[in-house]
Structures are given as C-alpha cells and as structure tokens.
C-alpha cells in the first residue's frame, strides 16, 4: 500500500473513530435496556430463539406483554437480539463481546457516510466533513457503544440511501441493498422502518420522480413486503398499537423538535434551511437543480417525515432517532463546506463550533426559553453549553461510579447460592451478571416462593404505562416490612436513576458532586430461635 493512502485522511479519521468507539467499551456494565438485549441474546445461545425465560428469571419490562405462553419473545424485532448473540459466540458473555459488533457498525456508519458523499457527488471535502462531525458527535458515540440496536439502524440507513443512489432502476445488486436493508431495518426496530419507510418513499417520489420506474418500484415493494411478512405475523405490533394515545401527538411532536435542534441540527442552521428551501413547500420551482442540494432536501424532508411518524407512538424516545445522525451529519457537513467557500473565517468559525462545542445547539434554545432540561441533571452533561469531546474523553479515561457496577459487586460477593433478590429498578443487570434470581423492575405482578433474601428500594419510583406504580414498588409496601424483617444497609454510592443510559438527557460523564440519593440494600434478618 503506498504511504499516502496509507495516511489518507479518511484512514486517519476512521482509526480516531475506531478508539472513540472501541477505546473502554466494557468499562461500565450494561444498563438495564442493554441487558434485556443480552439476556435475549445468552438465551439464544441457550435455546436458538429469544426466550424470556431461562428457568430462573424472567425478562420483561412491558409488566408480561412482551412473550407468549413459552416464554418465546414476541414484542420486538430478533436482529439486534441475534447479532448480541453472536457477539457472545465469538467473545463469550462479557459485556465487550456483547457491544463489540454494534461498535464496529457505529464505525461502519462514519465510513458509509464518507462514501455515500464521495461517490456519488464527487465531493471529497464534504465527505470528509460530514464524516469527521459524525465522528465527533458524542451523543452518536454513546449510542454506538450500545448493546443495543441503535447502530445496526443507522447503518442499515445509509446502506439504504446508498443503494437509491446506485442506479437501482437498472442494477441488480444495487436493488438486492435497497430491498434486504429496508427489510432488516423492519427486523431491526420496525418503529424505525415506518418511520423511515414512507417519508423516504414519498420524499424520493417527489424530489426524484424519473427514479422510480413503476415495474422495478413495484417489485422491490413485494420483494419487501414478502420480507417483513413473517415479523408482522410474529410480533405484537396490533398488541403495542393499543397503548396509543393521540392526547400526547403534539407533546411528541414538540419533544422531537428539541431533541432534533438540542443535539443533531442546530436551531439557526434549520432556519438556514428553511429560508432557503421557503418556496419548496407549495412549488416545484423551488427544488434546487444542483445534485448535492437536492440530496440534502431529500434528506431534510426525510427527518421532518420521520418526526411526524413517531410523533404517533405512545412515547417519545431519542433513541428513536439515532438512525437520523448519519443524515444530520451529511447536513451539517454541506452547510459548513459552504459557508466556509463562501467566507473561510465564516467556515472556520461554524466548523469549532459544531465539532468541539454544543452552544450552537443549546444556546439559542436558552435565548429562546425552549430549552427541555431536566431538572435533575447537573453542569457537566450535555444538557448544558459544554465541550462534549472533553466530557467524553473524561469518561473513558476515569473510573466512573457506574450505579449497576455497584449493586452487581455488592451481591457478587455478598450474596449467597439460593438467594432471592427484589428489586424495583435494574434486575435486568443483576440477572445478567450474577446468578441469583432476580425479581421486580418493571416485570409486573410478583409472587416469589418466600420473601425476597435482599430488597433493594431504588429512590426513583417507577410507573407502569396506565402510570400506575409498578408491582414491584406495591408489593413492597404492602407485603413486606423493612423496618422489622430487614436490616437497611447505606452506601455511600449514588443511587443514579439509569447508569450508563447513552440517551443525551440523562447520560452522565462525571460523577455528581453531591449525590441526590445514596444506595440503601436490605438484608432479611435471620429469625431468632425460640428460647424457652
């Protein structure tokens, strides 16, 4: 390989994302979503499909709704559960093996981006650009670094965006990309593939009308649907579809409009966009002729359908709308490749600003009073103006205080063989990493064969979806006695809500300096003997 190619720009930058993404991976366990993926996932090396139940602890935060009868997993798609899996296959369960091939995708993704701007615009500097801002986009990171499926969507994403951009209409393989990656983006997370789905569709057809050839259209349509086929009929979609509610549509709409200009594209560069694009909305005159802009319309209309698709869910979630960042990024890299064309200290200014801070994010929305804080977070999170690369940096290389860390040492080492743990956020952790049984959290009713050994009351009370306390939190104050039958032991720990949650709300980098809450485990008292 010659020494230029070798120190190629691209190759630089994708060796920095490789240690952002690889670098500590496993230095905190997984968190309580991440370890429903991998115990779906060590069941799967157990019994060859997603069983809820191994024999000893039922997986389940949805209160029983997510199985049938045998325990089989029905309540969301198996591709991230089966690519876990194979993680463990190769690197045994740990918590690196379980995270490692989502990392390598997340690195996949900056690379698809870099190529899906350089091939088919011919535009390195933004290539580079877009690839270098989704490199250094810490909530991508964290998300990335995830046992979960959020990467996998990305990924799945672009290679579909690619594919539409390779002659499609025409080209066999191209279309095989375009058909088998909207098909496992449904197998992925199937809220992601009807959020992307139709906006993508309905955006191509009106942007790119001469590109859609009703034959090949049409077969990739059933090739698709013969695809997906089997997962509507497996999972519980009509089930989740019931917990629909159309009071909180505009609360959604508004939580996705933060969340889209707090962390991916900024307020001022939207409203850039829309002056720009102002005559698009009511006429076709108003499309941009040149190749680049119109992509980053297309793109554009894109995220703003998928806001409106999930404003229909019943809950509105970031990790939603992860798969979007490589798409922001794309963006943000054309807009500041342009403004640094037309002004370098422009440029220059706009480039440190999205690639080291937050504050064009966050500012403007405090200048504007729409800022959705949450008011338990402190200074050193993204949800205040920081520099995000260096609160990253400051996690990988310190030992955070991980809230799950704590609890799976202390019953590691304290518990013994036959204990019976209750807890009311977290067993899925515990479930993972230590061999006790592990009841509560959010599984719902709870009937243990004797009262629980150790009972861990976590200070953030949980509610279930009918905004019920949970069973969990029930059964303790009205089966159990703490202040008679336990010994209450204080640690000098934070009882931290989540632990390593990658959702940029409630992500924590450094260590609160005055903890809200310390961790407090019971412990049954051994019955005295009776003495005559």
């Not at 390989?1 to 930058?13: A, W």
């Not at 067993?427 to 064969?449: E, M």
């Amino acid at each position: 390989m010659r020494v230029d190619r070798l120190f190629s720009p691209i190759l630089i930058l994708l060796a920095l994302a490789a240690f952002l993404l690889l670098y500590g991976l496993d230095n905190r366990p997984f968190w309580q979503d991440e370890a429903e993926t991998a115990g779906l996932a060590k069941n799967v090396l157990k019994y060859g499909v997603p069983r809820a139940y191994d024999g000893l602890n039922i997986i389940s935060q949805e209160q029983g709704r997510e199985y049938d009868a045998d325990f089989l997993w029905r309540w969301s798609p198996w591709l991230q559960i089966c690519v876990a899996a194979a993680g463990f296959s190769l690197g045994g369960l740990t918590t690196l093996a379980g995270r490692l091939p989502f990392a390598l995708m997340g690195l996949a993704c900056i690379f698809m981006v870099y190529r899906l701007v350089r091939h088919n615009f011919n535009d390195r500097a933004w290539a580079l650009w877009a690839a270098t801002l989704l490199t250094c986009s810490v909530p991508f990171l964290l998300f990335a670094r995830q046992c979960r499926y959020y990467s996998l969507g990305a990924l799945l994403t672009l290679m579909s965006l690619y594919a539409f951009k390779e002659d499609w209409q025409k080209r066999f393989m191209p279309a095989v990309l375009l058909c088998l990656s909207i098909g496992f983006l449904f197998y992925t997370n199937y809220l992601l593939f009807f959020s992307f789905v139709m906006p993508a569709l309905l955006a191509g057809i009106w942007l790119y009308p001469q590109e859609f050839p009703l034959k090949r259209t049409t077969i990739i349509t059933l090739a698709t649907f013969i695809i997906i086929v089997p997962g509507l009929l497996l999972f519980r979609i009509q089930e989740q579809s019931h917990i629909m509610n159309l009071v909180v549509i505009p609360n959604n709409l508004e939580n996705y409009f933060r969340d889209l200009v707090q962390f991916m594209l900024p307020l001022p560069i939207a409203l850039y966009l829309l002056w720009r694009w102002r005559r698009v909305l009511w006429t076709r005159t108003g499309i941009p002729g040149e190749s680049g802009e119109k992509f980053i319309l297309f793109l554009g209309l894109i995220i703003a359908g998928n806001i409106i698709v999930l404003s229909l869910a019943p809950q509105s979630e970031h990790r939603y709308l992860v798969h979007l960042y490589p798409l922001c990024a794309i963006i943000l890299g054309w807009v500041t490749l342009r403004a640094w064309r037309f002004d370098k200290i422009t440029g220059v200014l706009l480039a440190f600003l999205l690639l080291f801070t937050n504050w064009l994010y966050l500012v403007p929305m405090e200048w504007l009073q729409i800022i959705n804080r949450p008011n338990h977070t402190n200074r050193q999170m993204l949800t205040y103006p920081n520099l995000p690369l260096k609160l990253f940096l400051t996690e990988l290389f310190s030992s955070y205080p991980d809230v799950n860390r704590n609890f799976i040492r202390f019953f590691q080492t304290q518990a013994r063989p036959g204990d019976i743990i209750l807890t009311t956020y977290g067993d899925l952790p515990l479930q993972f990493y230590t061999p006790f049984q592990v009841l509560g959290g959010l599984q719902g009713n709870i009937s243990p064969s004797r009262p629980p050994d150790w009972v861990v009351s976590r200070y953030e009370m949980r509610y279930n979806r009918d905004y019920q306390l949970q069973d969990s939190e029930k059964f303790i104050r009205e089966k159990l006695s703490l202040a008679t039958d336990y010994q209450a032991i204080v640690f000098p720990w934070e009882d931290e809500p989540f632990g390593n949650r990658a959702d940029p709300y409630y992500h924590r980098f450094v260590p609160a300096a005055s903890p809200l809450a310390q961790i407090v485990i019971y412990k049954k008292l051994t019955p005295r003997p009776n003495v005559p």
